[in-house]
């Protein structure tokens, strides 16, 4: 079993005063690090808009067909909206393991915006991938949905500049001319930031994934209730992969049983509403029951530390975590390393009912015309196309 490595956690409160070590920060971001720091002390706020947004994550996840199909953009390769069977995992396999909700997050910097600001070289025509507008569930389908997510992205990001200043004063003191400030401007203003809101969907014990979904090792360990991470990486259910952002806001998992709560909508057939969407009066959704714990020890997040060690680190359901990227480490000439990493669903022998997985990722990238690679002159936009363009199955 991979081990258990316990994460740099440091107060909201040492980020505002700015009285985080700087041995603490290398121990969370130095070159022997794991690259991930956990925040403690979150505002009040978050633990509810948490719980609820998770739960809205199953309602979503089992809305009719017929209703996610027409939140889908495929013209923006699926990158807004609902997107299931879009990307693919490690040895080619398509990734139906969960579904993901896209939504820009430019809105946290202009309400007004619901995508990225276009620049000289990319528009919504060339690069609709992050230039394409938001859609959103119709409110009378899942009332409060929309508030919801913004509100909980609008704190995750509010903590990700504190991070983010915290990262330039160990920037500053560690690489001969990093630029005063510079991560901390690049996350507060930038308008590409996005967010995903992920549902893997509850594995029936009878009905395992096929051989396209799951590699034979890891559906024949699904199927024992064995944990072989040891032996071998069990990362079908999320690659091991690298964010392409600066810093990615990761939130604790709520494991929900669905034969249980029944998180399903009686909604109309309702063409979905776009960014210019009015505020709707329905009472949200009532949160769904969470359980304790995931009944799978072995489920949640793996990182490969520097040392080539996969480790599993759990995130504190009151914490808030980041960890960084990969546009990030270029940025820095790979004195900030972005994190190799993969998620492990719950495993349906050691589950009772059916047991999904929602959690809530908020990768904070720069503008599309920011130069992640000063050398080449690469701009972020340039990078994140070949990103996207390697991730998914057309």
Known sequence: MAPIAKAVTVSLNELKDGTVSLDALKEAFGPDSL????????????????????????????????????????????????SLGKETLKDGQVDTLKGSFYANCA????????????????????????????????????????????????LIIDVAVLVARACDRFAENEIPGYPHGYLERVVSTSTTTKARLLHYFPQDPTNLPSPLAMSDAAANDASLGEDKADEEEQDDWCATHLDHGCLTGLTSAMFVDESASNPTVAAPEIEPATATEASGT?????????????????????????????????????????????????????????????????????????????????????????????????????????????????
């Open 35 to 82: 690259g991930i720091l956990l925040v403690k002390d979150v505002p009040p706020e978050f633990h509810s808009l948490r719980h609820h947004l998770l739960s809205y994550s199953s309602y979503l996840g089992n809305l009719p067909k017929s209703q996610l199909d027409k939140l889908e953009n495929e013209k923006a390769k699926y990158l807004t909206g609902w």
């Open 107 to 154: 809105f946290y910097v202009d309400p007004t915006l619901a995508c990225a600001v276009p620049t000289p070289e990319f528009n919504p025509d060339n690069f609709p991938e992050y230039l394409s507008p938001n859609i959103w569930p119709d409110e009378a389908t899942l009332p409060g949905f929309r508030q919801t997510f913004e509100d909980l992205c609008r």
């Open 282 to 394: 329905l009472p949200p959704l009532a949160p769904l029951p969470e359980l304790d714990a995931s009944p799978d020890p072995a489920a949640g997040l793996y990182i490969k530390s520097r040392t080539g060690q996969t480790v599993h680190v759990r995130i504190p359901r009151d914490c808030l975590a980041f960890q960084t990227g990969e546009a990030l480490e270029r940025i820095t000439g790979g004195r900030f390393k972005a994190v190799p990493h993969f998620v492990r669903g719950a495993r349906a022998a050691l589950c009772e009912g059916r047991v999904a997985r929602n959690t809530l990722a908020v990768f904070t990238q720069p503008n599309l015309g920011e130069e992640v690679d000063r050398e080449k002159h690469v701009t972020f936009g340039e990078f994140a196309r070949e990103v996207v363009a390697k991730n998914t199955v057309f």
